[in-house]
Nanobody
Framework: VQLQASGGGLVQAGGSLRLSCVTSGRAGSSYSMGWFRQAPGKEREFAAAINWTTARQFYAASVKGRFTISRDSAKNTVYLQMNSLKPEDTAVYYC?????????????????WGQGTQVTVSS
């Protein structure tokens, strides 16, 4: 499984960005994809995940209500729509995938990782 993320950039506080991640394949019926982020000097943290077959979504409390994760099965792509961005959302965002479902990915991390894409929110 290979993951290719894109869509990061610089935006002012209150603005929006959409990240995309294309996957080359899926591993198992419980396949899930998601996004983690890592701010400077901090550990990588979970942001959002989605179960590929059921589209059930999982969110970190810090992004719930502002970020929306979705997937396009025909394009093998997962999206992260980020609205009402705050300076504290500044981080490198990593696309991730796992064969054990969104809850596992949220709580235990992922088997597969893409390269990061930088998101910078200015105040």
């Amino acid at each position: 499984v290979q993951l290719q993320a894109s869509g990061g950039g610089l935006v002012q506080a209150g603005g929006s960005l959409r990240l995309s991640c294309v996957t080359s394949g899926r591993a198992g019926s419980s396949y899930s994809m998601g996004w983690f982020r890592q701010a400077p000097g901090k550990e990588r943290e979970f942001a959002a995940a989605i179960n590929w077959t059921t589209a059930r979504q999982f969110y970190a409390a810090s992004v719930k209500g502002r970020f929306t994760i979705s997937r396009d099965s025909a394009k093998n792509t997962v999206y992260l729509q980020m609205n009402s961005l705050k300076p504290e959302d500044t981080a490198v965002y990593y696309c991730a995938a796992d064969s054990r479902g969104g809850a596992w990915l949220r709580d235990r991390g992922a088997d597969y990782w893409g390269q990061g894409t930088q998101v910078t929110v200015s105040s």
